[in-house]
């Protein structure tokens, strides 16, 4: 059996709200949020994903609950369902969230190096512009032009 990759005891909720169609039904709690984040702090996690009911059709709840993480537990990684998966179905935005946070880490260390290796090649606002999001990532082209780059140092 594999280790998940998000281990449950690390799942906290939120005490908030929105129905199918945005509106909110309950307000998010944040000093709730505020004190339950001590799981993850205690746990030293690298990075959290963020998953709550119906954000596809408004994501206020996750992009308030993420600025709280990043006030609580500065300098981690935070990805939100609902900016990296903007559909309705929770499972796939849940699984695709997490896998984004998973590698986030090292594909911000990869963008790193190669905005470090591309500035020879296209200008710094170009290299700039692109997101640490592994999803984005993918669906950016810069998957293409690194496959070039290393094409053209190898001899033939």
Do not use: C
């Amino acid at each position: 059996k594999s280790r998940p990759i998000a281990p449950l005891k690390w799942t906290i909720e939120a005490d908030e709200r929105m129905d199918a169609k945005g509106n909110v039904v309950k307000p998010l709690d944040e000093d709730q949020l505020r004190q339950t984040l001590t799981v993850l702090r205690d746990g030293n996690v690298e990075a959290v994903t963020i998953v709550l009911i119906n954000s596809f059709a408004n994501g206020a709840h996750e992009q308030r609950t993420r600025e709280i993480v990043e006030q609580e537990l500065p300098g981690i990684a935070v990805s939100i369902s609902s900016e990296v998966v903007p559909e309705m179905q929770e499972y796939e935005r849940a699984i695709t969230a997490v896998i984004n946070s998973y590698v986030r880490p090292a594909v911000s260390t990869y963008i790193a190096n190669l905005r470090t290796e591309l500035d020879l090649v296209v200008t710094a606002q170009q290299v700039r512009s692109y997101k640490p999001d592994p999803a984005h990532f993918l669906k950016s082209g810069l998957l293409p032009l690194t496959a070039s780059l290393r094409l053209a140092r190898e001899p033939f």
